[in-house]
Structure formats: C-alpha cells, structure tokens
C-alpha cells in the first residue's frame, strides 16, 4: 500500500484521488442509510438543479458547480436514464436543451433535507477535531492555483534549479564568434542585419568595449547559453544603452535572459549610471515580457539607427 507520507507532497493528486475514493464509498452507503436513489456523483448537478426556480443549460450549470462541461453532460445523460430530470427546449434558442429535475427528481430533495443536515453536522464536526480545516485549505489552495496554474509553477522551480548552473562572466576575445553568432540568428529569424548590428558585431571591443561598455556571457559549464551588452551613450537623458542579448535556442525557457539583463544592469549602476535604455520590436512579446519585469517602461521620441525598431523602453536606476 502507497504511504502518501514518504511520498510527499508531489502526490497530492494521487491522495485526493484516495480521499475522494474513500468519502465516495461513505457516501453511496449513506444514501441508501437514508432511502436516497441518487448516485454520489451526481450530487452537484442534483443539488444545484434543486435549489433552482427554472431550467438550466448544461454550461450555466458547469460553471456553477466548477466541472467540465462533458463531464455535465455525462452525469446529465445518467440522471436523464434514471428519470431524475428531463430536457426542455430553450425559448430563446430551439437548438439548445436546457435541463430541470422531474418530479421523480423533485420527490427525491424533499426527504433529503435530514440527510443534509446530518452529513453537514457530521462533516463539520469532524472538520472541528483537526488542526488544519481541510476545506479552507482547498478553497485556499484552488485559489492559488488559479492565479497561478502548477504547471507554471513547476516551470519556475526548473528555471531556478537550472539557472543554479549558469554562470555569468566578462567578455573576452574567445566568446566573439559566439557573440556575433547567437546575435546574428535571433535577427535573420526575424529581421534582416543592419549597418548598427554589423558594427557591434564585427568588432565589439572597438564598438563596445573601448567606448565605455561592457559585454556578459551567460556560460553553462563551458558552452555559451547567451550574451548581453551595455553600450555607453552619447544622449543627454540616457547613459547606457542594453543591446545585443541574444540566448541560444537550446537554452530558451531556462531564465538566462533574466540572469544577463540583472547582470547588466548591476553593471551599469557600479559605472554610476542613472538609468538604462534600449530598443526593440513589439513582435518580440517574450522580450517585451522580459523587460518589463526587470523593470523597464515605455517611453518614445529617440531617433534609433534601426529599422526594426518600434518600441522604446528605459530603467530608472536606484543606487
């Protein structure tokens, strides 16, 4: 027998599963304890149906209990066999059949009311001899869920895990190949090399380095995941220019974009810099993403040697 206990939380699926199993098999007994013909299962629909004046259509009822709406239609197709609720005709569209309990199904709610009662009195009562109340924690865990589904949530955890491995360092001659390299695919994917990208990118010792700027390289053990540059600016509001960060396509998803603009910007506060400015695309929504939450903002009105530029972003630096 599984000990969900060593496990861990990683099977709390599996153990809801159980729980559900277990207070499933309870329920089919207490039903029959109280003459009740009413499958467990069918137990939302039946409730909500109950406690209404009119029909309802199938995805109205759905969005009310919180279920999919095949598995509505499911439950519908059993309780329409057990002759527990029939179909109507929607007035306001023929094709659609909205749903209300017969009054086979209507006998059923009014000698329910005692097991209501029990099962409510006998769950809370139960509820109360436990430290953590089970049903506030789910309704506080479907919350967060909601805001944030796990599947994004374990993309986060593998960033950070994977991001622990990644390593950030200073330009030099050896990662030039590699810096024109990852620049010159994510451009030709997208746009076309301009004579600004050719500058930087042929000689970025002369064109960066000797101007004041400096270059990173994101490195996982020896292989180049992206590269990132901070050009200094001859502009009477902007200091430095971010430019030139590109990241590999096999390290796409791993958060080495967030680690190389961080770093950057680390870089330009301890060259005494009060802000940051860069260039880009909107059709670039990953990227737009990424800058906005390393901080950056909308602005417009900068001449840009680039055509493909469409939006102005700057950081305001707090030293």
């Not at 199993?21 to 629909?45: G, S």
């Not at 969005?63 to 509505?72: D, E, F, Q, R, T």
């Not at 190949?177 to 076309?192: A, R």
């Not at 180049?224 to 600016?233: I, N, R, W």
Request: charged share 30%; with cysteine.
């Amino acid at each position: 027998m599984m000990n969900f206990d060593e496990i861990g939380e990683m099977v709390i699926g599996s153990r809801l599963r159980a729980l559900s199993e277990t207070i499933t098999k309870d329920a089919k007994v207490i039903n029959d304890m109280y003459h009740v013909d009413l499958k467990p299962k069918w137990f939302p629909v039946y409730y909500y149906l109950s406690n209404q004046e009119s029909e309802s259509s199938i995805t109205t009822i759905a969005k009310a209990i919180n279920h999919s709406h095949p598995s509505v239609i499911k439950i519908v197709k059993e309780m329409l066999a057990a002759g527990l609720v029939k179909e109507k005709k929607d007035k306001s569209d023929g094709r659609k059949n909205n749903i209300l309990l017969t009054t086979k199904g209507r006998r059923i709610s009014k000698n329910i009311a005692v097991l209501y009662s029990d099962v409510d009195n006998a769950i809370k009562k139960a509820l109360s001899n436990t430290k953590h109340n089970l049903w506030h924690a789910l309704q506080e865990f479907e919350f967060l869920l909601n805001e944030k589904s796990l599947v994004n949530r374990v993309l986060e955890q593998q960033k950070k895990r994977e991001s622990q491995n990644i390593d950030i360092v200073a330009y030099s001659s050896i990662y030039k190949s590699d810096f024109k390299k990852l620049n010159e695919e994510w451009i030709l994917k997208y746009f076309k090399i301009e004579d600004a990208d050719k500058k930087a990118l042929d000689n970025p010792e002369a064109y960066i380095l000797n101007r004041g700027g400096k270059i990173l390289v994101a490195l996982d053990n020896r292989e180049v995941l992206g590269v990132c540059a901070l050009l200094k600016m001859n502009h009477e509001i902007y200091d430095y220019e971010l430019a030139k960060m590109a990241v590999s396509p096999n390290a796409q998803g791993k958060g080495v974009g967030f680690l190389l603009g961080k770093a950057i910007i680390k870089e330009a506060k301890l060259l005494g810099a009060k802000n940051v400015y860069l260039e880009s695309n909107t059709i670039l929504k990953p990227a737009i993403s990424l800058y906005q939450k390393l901080g950056f903002t909308k602005v417009f009105g900068n001449e840009t040697p680039y055509e493909r530029s469409n939006i102005q972003m700057e950081l305001i630096l707090k030293h």
